[in-house]
């Protein structure tokens, strides 16, 4: 029998959690629940999750910092739930590493919706990318093991990426030299059509641009097209291994 995707609820509104969990599990998905912080960190000690939908507002832990701080030990997928619709609020979920958001009252439909995207794109590689020729990816004195998600400076530094910071890298090392406007890349990134104010993926760049230490102001590596979108100025090389 094929393994079901696992994911975690974390929401204080016992409503929501009882909806969600339901839902999700008639839509044919194991399912964990959490009300805090706390149980946060348990869920996870205590079953393998595919996935965590976290609400923005915790009772005993911020869900931007609880977002964070799962970033910064794992690549597990996030899903932000916030009940305010502020620009502001969703740049900060993606800035803290959130895959996507997801505005309240939202219908379980939409939910379910995203929940299959982001782990179809999480799953999913460039299809023009052959992963067992690609595992290494080398542009303008860096490399990316594919299959870590770690990305290493010439200096030998390593970091791990996030979910949707890898998945914009990526996006941009398969189509190199190549102009992709913002609409394009919130498809491809979060399976989804931009909204008319979505600084998402202005966010993304910002954030990898710094991973690249790449100046934002004078970029050389990720570049702006004034009025197109973004465009990525270097050759890439695939290799088998990142030895």
């Not at 832990?61 to 739930?81: H, I, K, Q, W, Y």
């Not at 020729?133 to 594919?146: E, I, N, P, S």
Request: glycine share 6%.
């Amino acid at each position: 029998m094929e393994k079901k995707d696992s994911i975690l609820i974390v929401d204080d509104d016992p409503e929501i959690r009882e909806l969600l969990v339901n839902y999700l599990a008639r839509s044919g998905f194991d399912t964990v629940a959490a009300a805090n912080g706390r149980e946060l960190w348990q869920a996870l000690d205590r079953h393998a999750i595919d996935l965590v939908v976290l609400d923005l507002m915790l009772p005993d832990f911020d869900g931007l910092t609880a977002c964070r701080d799962l970033r910064s030990r794992s690549n597990l997928p996030v899903l932000m739930l916030t009940a305010r619709g502020e620009e502001a609020d969703r740049i900060l979920g993606i800035e803290m590493g959130a895959d996507d958001y997801l505005v309240k009252p939202f219908s379980p439909r939409e939910l379910l919706a995203r929940i299959k995207g982001i782990l179809r794109r999480t799953r999913a590689l460039p299809p023009n990318l052959r992963p067992e020729l690609q595992r290494c990816l080398r542009f303008a004195g860096w490399k990316l093991d594919t299959a870590t998600r770690v990305l290493t400076g010439s200096d030998g530094v390593a970091t791990p990426l996030s979910g949707a910071e890898f998945r914009l890298l990526r996006i941009l090392l398969d189509h190199p030299n190549r102009v992709l406007n913002r609409d394009q890349l919130v498809e491809l990134i979060h399976g989804r059509e931009a909204g008319p104010y979505d600084r998402a993926i202005d966010v993304q760049v910002s954030r990898l641009r710094q991973r690249l230490q790449d100046d934002g102001r004078e970029a050389r590596l990720i570049k702006t097209v004034r009025g197109e979108g973004y465009v990525l100025a270097a050759a890439v090389e695939g290799s088998a291994s990142c030895d």
